[in-house]
C-alpha cells in the first residue's frame, strides 16, 4: 500500500523543550484524518515540520513517496495548505493575494475561486489587514482549494469560524472528498467537527500519534465497562485505561474491547454493561 | 509577485518622474556637465528602487508558504532578474561611454548586494557608514582618487562582479535564516507608513537586541523618576507633563537621544579640532546630515505617536482633571509645541556649533537654513493638529508628505547654501511664506480649541 | 428529505446510528418494498457527514439483506417473504426487550415485576379498546 504521508521517527525540540519524540505516523489516499492534542502537543509543529515549513530534529518523511524537503514541483502543486496563523502580507487585497498564488498552480480553478468568494461573501478588493479573523481564515482556505489539490492539510481550520461557517466550511470538504479521491489532514480540538467528516483520528499527545484509528472502531472499541461483580471475584479488565473498584463492582474504561474477555466473563455469569462514549470522553480519557 | 516588489505608486511615480527627467535632460542638455548630472540621476533612482525592492524582499524570501508554492525560488529569481534588467534599461542614456557604462552596472549590482545584506544581516549597515567616512582615511593616507581609472576598474571587473551575484542571488532565494531579525523587518513592511514605529514598540521586551533594550530602558527610566517624584512630593504633574508621559514610546526623541547626539557632536567637533583645518571640507557631508537627520526623525516620531496614542489620549482625557473647558487642548498643544521647539532649538544651536568649527557655512546661510527649517517646522506642526482632529485616518499619506516636503527642504537649504543667497528674511517670497505658515498654524490650532 | 436524524458527538457510530434508523424504517413500513433510497452523496450531504460513513451503513444493509444495489438506480429495499420479515421484526424486538430488562436490573427490579407490569400495560390496552368500542 503506498501512503501518501509516511513519517518514521520524527524529533523537534524547541530550545530546551522536545515536542516531537520519535513519531511515526502513515496516512493512506482518500483517508480525512482528525488530528487532535491538547493545546501545545505539537499538532502544528507536527503539520509545519510535514510540509518543511518549520525544520525538524531527525527523522524521515515522505509525501506522494519523495522525501518532504525535496518535493518536486508537481507533487508540490498537489498540496494544499492553510496555517493556523495569517502571516500573508497584510497590505495586499485578496485579489493580489490570488494573483499572487495563482501564478505557481497550472491547476487553479477560477471558478472555485469565484464560487467560494461570492458565497463566503469576501470583499476581494479589500486589504487581508481590513478583514475580520474569519474572513481572513476562508480566504486561506480558498487560496489551499483552489489549485485542487490531493492532499489537504489544514491547522485550525475552524478556529475562528462562527458556526454557520464552520459547517459551510465542513460541507465544502465533504463535497471535495466525495467529488475526488483526496486526503485530508486536520487538526483540531473541536471533536464536533472531527466527528462529521473524518473516517480516522490520530490523538497526538507526549510528542507521539499515541491512537491511531478509524472513527468508528474508535468509538466501538473505546468504551465505558461496567463489571456487576463481587469483591472477592478478582477480575481483571483488559486494556484497562482507567478503573475503580466498587462494593458492586468494578468500572472502567477500555481502549480496546476484549471479545474473549467477554465471552469468558459470560460463562462465569459476570454481567457486563457496556456505555460508548462520545468522542470527546475518548480524547480526554486517552491523553489522561 | 512584481505587484508585492514594487508595491506603493508614490514612489514608483517618483522613480519613473526621475527617469523621465533623465531622458528629458539626454536630449536637450549638450554641455559637460550633463554626463554627470545623469550619472547622478539615475543612480539615485535606481538606487531608491533597489532599496525598495531590498526592502520588501524579505516579504517574498521568508514568506511561510515559500517552501509549499512550486517553483517558487526559480520564479523569484526571474522576477528579481526582471526587474534589475528593466532598472538598466535608463542606464542606456549614458552611453556612447561604454567603460562609464559597464562601471556603472558594476556600481548598481555593488549597491544592491549592500543593500539586501543590510536587510538581511543588520551588520552590514557599516558599509554606509564606511563610504560616509571614506574620503577621511583617504585624504588622510593621501590617495587620490581618479575617476577614470576607477570606472575603467569596475568595468573589467563586472563579468567577476556578475558572476558573484549570480551565485549570491541563487543562495538569497533560497534562504531561510536570520529567521528573529527577519520576522521584525516584515512585521515594519507589514504595516502601512503611518505605523512603521509604533510596531516596534510591540515586539516584546526579550526579542529586540540588547542595545534596543538599554535603549528603551534608560529612555522610560527618566519619565519612571518623573512619575515617582511627583507621588513622593505634593507638588502634581502638570497637564502638559502628564500628556509628555503618555506619549512615550520606546523609540521616542527623548532625552536620551538628545545626549547622544550631543555626545557624537562635540566628539566630531573635538576631533575636527584636533586635526589639520584642510581635512574640514570632508566632514561637510556628515555635519549637513546629521541635523536633517534629527529633525527629519524628531519631527515624524512625534507625529507617529501621537497618531497610535490617540484613543489613550482620549480616555486621559475625561479624568477629572482636565474637567475645564479646553484644559485638555491646551495642555496637548503645549506638549506639541514644547517637543517641537526643543527640537528646532537643538538643531539652531547643533548647527551653530558645527558651522563655528567647520565653517562650512556663513552667517548668512545658517541664518537661513534655520529659518527655512523654522518653516519646514510650523508646517510640520499644523499637518500634526489638523491631522489629530481629522475624523478620518490620513496618517500615511501626511506622513508620506512630511518625508517630501522634509526631502524638499533638505534640498532647497543646500542649494541656497552653494548658491550664496541673500539674507532669506529680506526676501519678499519668503516673508509670504512664511506668514502662510504661521497663518496655518494659528488655522489648526485655532481648530484644535474650538469645536467638541 | 431530512428523512434519518443522527447526532454526531454521541458515542454510537454514526453508521450504527443510520444503520439501527434505516432498519426500523424498513421494518415497519416506512420505506416499502422496491423504494428506492436516497443516495449516498443525498444523504452525506443533508447530514454533513462523511459520505464514507454513509455508504458503511448502506452496505452492512446490504449484508443483512434489508437492501439491494440495483445497477443505475443505488439501493432499494428488498422484497422479501414474510415469515422472513417477521423473524426479523421479532429479533429486534427481542433485542429491544433484552435492554429493558438490563435497564430494570440497573434500577433493581426484578424480571417478575416487568413480566408483571407488561401484562398491566396489555390488559389497559384490551380495556381502551373495549371502552371505545
Redesign the interface.
Known sequence: MTCIVNVKGLTKSYKNQSVLKGLSWEIEPGD?VGLLGKNGAGKSTLLKSL???SDIDSGEISIFGEQYNQLS??N??R?G?V?QEN?E????SVN?LI???K???STWSDEKVTELISRWEIDATKKIAELSPGQVQRVLIILALAPMPDLLIFDEPAASLDPAGR?DF??EI??L??DENITVIFSTHI??DL?????KVAILDRGKICYFNG??VT??SV?QLIVHCKKEQDITIPYLLRGKVHSQGQYGVVSQLDQVWLAEMKEQAV?V?I????????FLELTA | MKTILLHGWLVKVFIVLLWGIAIAMRLTMHDDTRDNLLFTLIAFSNFLLYLMVAMRLPLLTHNKMAVLLPDYSQKLKKVLLLVFGVSLLPTLLVLPDVVTWLAFISISILAILIFVAMIYQPIYQIFIWLLILMPLPMAMLDISLNKGILFTTLAWLLPLIIWFAYVLLNKLVNYRGNHKHISKIIATMNVSMGNTLSIQDSIPFANRTKLAQWWGNSHFNYYRKLINDATNSSQKLSNRKLIEISCQSANSFGVNAYVIWSVGITLLCVLALVIDESYHHLFTPMVTLIPALIIGTGSITLFQIIQCKKSYLARLAILPRFKQHNSFSRAFLGYVFYNQAILYCFIAMLLAVTAKIFGHINVTVYLNSVLILLVYCLVTISMMLLTWRAAQNYCNPVVWLMIIGFIGTIVFTTHMATSGMVLLVYNGIFQWILIASLLLLSFSVFRQLTDK | MEQFIISPSSGIPIYKQLYSQIERMVLNGYFSVDQRLPSVRQVASDLDVNPMTVSKAYGLLEERGYLTRLRGKGMVVTARDDEVLQQEKLTMLDEMIKELLAQAKQMGISDDKVVQMINRNVANKQDETVGKE
Open positions: 480525512v510540509l518543511n515549513i514541483s508537481k508540490k502543486a498540496i495548505y496555517p502571516d502580507i497584510s497590505w495586499l493580489d494573483n499572487f498564488r501564478q505557481f498552480y459547517r465542513l460541507k465533504l463535497t472528498v466525495s471533536t464536533s466527528e462529521r467528516i473524518a473516517n472513527l468508528d468509538k466501538e468504551v454481567e454493561t456505555n460508548p462514549m462520545g468522542l470527546e470522553d475518548i
